[in-house]
């Protein structure tokens, strides 16, 4: 799946690696093969909201292990770790919006 977040990103196969990301935010770096700005920010709880709306809505439901479940997933270790609030949404996010993409 192509997913589309103000430009095109693919899931990161090194997102598995999360558990090494202790000491800092999990960022969209970490977890997506992105560059930029992008890249840099922590995930937040509306973005994975967002992510998981944008899958509903692409394929029915939320995939087991796709992008919205792995950015849920870091999305609440950042809100445990205090790196983000319950109800934060990236910038980015917030002003480019998301789209998924079937491919």
């Known amino acids: 799946m192509l997913v589309e977040y103000g430009f095109s990103i693919s899931v ?3 997102h598995k ?3 090494n ?7 969209y770096g970490h977890v997506f093969v992105v ?4 890249a840099k920010q922590p995930i937040a709880p509306k973005d994975a909201a967002m992510m998981q ?3 509903t809505t692409l394929l029915g439901q939320a ?3 796709g992008p919205a479940a792995v950015m849920q997933s870091a999305a609440m270790r950042n809100e445990r770790a205090g790196v983000v609030g319950h109800e934060d949404l990236n910038d980015i996010a917030g ?6 993409v079937e491919t």
């Open 12 to 14: 990161n196969n090194n």
């Open 17 to 19: 690696d999360l558990n």
């Open 21 to 27: 990301c202790q000491q800092e935010p999990i960022k």
């Open 35 to 38: 560059s930029g700005e992008l």
């Open 53 to 55: 709306s944008t899958e």
């Open 63 to 65: 995939q087991k292990g």
């Open 95 to 100: 002003d480019q919006g998301m789209t998924a």
